[in-house]
């Protein structure tokens, strides 16, 4: 990409700070206000207090009044873009081969919980939990919460709000057996959930309860009757986890 623009508009802008200082600035009420009182003395400020981007607009009004529109769309783009920003904090952040092995690894296992991660790659919570924090905010790495837990994914928007936490409630063996029976069998009760998965009624209905809670699972009464269902976007993606061989990811 081409920078020189946004080079020579800086240029430009650091070359009048200096005409700028001696000037100053004044602050001053704006307006249809009416004080109740006499106007007390005005407070000068220093030019480097001035908010940037009126800064910016007062020296090109006075240098390059042609220029004054540009500028104020280049601040509202984030120009610093333009200077590889994204790319140099990127690198930055994979530098680090610890960073590189928990990035890689969230890759391979969406919706990793914290705890497995550490196993999975003998690392320290306390450690870990810096590792995830930089890439956070280098951007590479987002987190999905579902009730008491979080999961981590690489930040491509790869899927949607829904998708991540099915993902994240496919980590649990519980839960997990729970969305393939009512994938396999649409309308099962609770009932027929506990005695599949040989757990209690009472710990099937906290389960339902959270996957309720998310969109991932419906539940349909009819009478005394009560049975459940995967939701329609819950069901095709189950169905694609366990077609694409993924279930223990």
């Known amino acids: 990409m081409r920078r020189w623009p946004a080079a020579v508009i800086l240029i430009i802008l650091l070359s009048a700070l200096p005409s700028c200082a001696t000037a100053g600035h004044t602050v001053m009420p704006t307006g249809d206000y009416v004080p109740d009182r006499p106007p007390q003395d005005m407070t000068p400020i220093e030019w480097w207090q001035v908010p940037p981007q009126i800064l910016i607009t007062s020296l090109l009004i006075g240098t390059a009044p042609e220029l004054v529109v540009v500028a104020n769309i280049l601040v509202l783009l984030n120009v610093w873009l333009f200077f590889g920003y994204r790319r140099i904090a990127k690198r930055a952040a994979l530098d680090h081969e610890t960073r590189t092995a928990i990035y890689d690894h969230i890759r391979a296992h969406p919706g990793i919980r914290l705890g497995t991660l550490a196993e999975d790659l003998g690392i320290n919570r306390g450690t870990l939990r810096y590792h995830l924090g930089r890439l956070q905010e280098f951007g590479m790495v987002a987190a999905t919460a579902v009730g008491g837990q979080t999961g981590y994914f690489e930040n491509r928007q790869r899927y949607s709000e829904l998708e991540a936490k099915v993902l994240i409630h496919l980590k649990n063996p519980n839960t997990r057996e729970i969305l ?47 049975r459940y269902t995967l939701s329609g976007d819950s069901a095709a993606f189950v169905g694609e986890r366990v077609g694409g061989g993924n279930t223990a990811e």
């Open 180 to 226: 393939f029976t009512l994938l396999e069998k649409p309308g099962a009760s609770r009932r027929d959930l506990a005695e599949r998965l040989g757990i209690t009624a009472s710990s099937v209905s906290w389960h339902l309860r959270r996957l309720r809670g998310d969109g991932v699972v419906l539940r349909e009464k009819s009478g005394a009757d009560v």
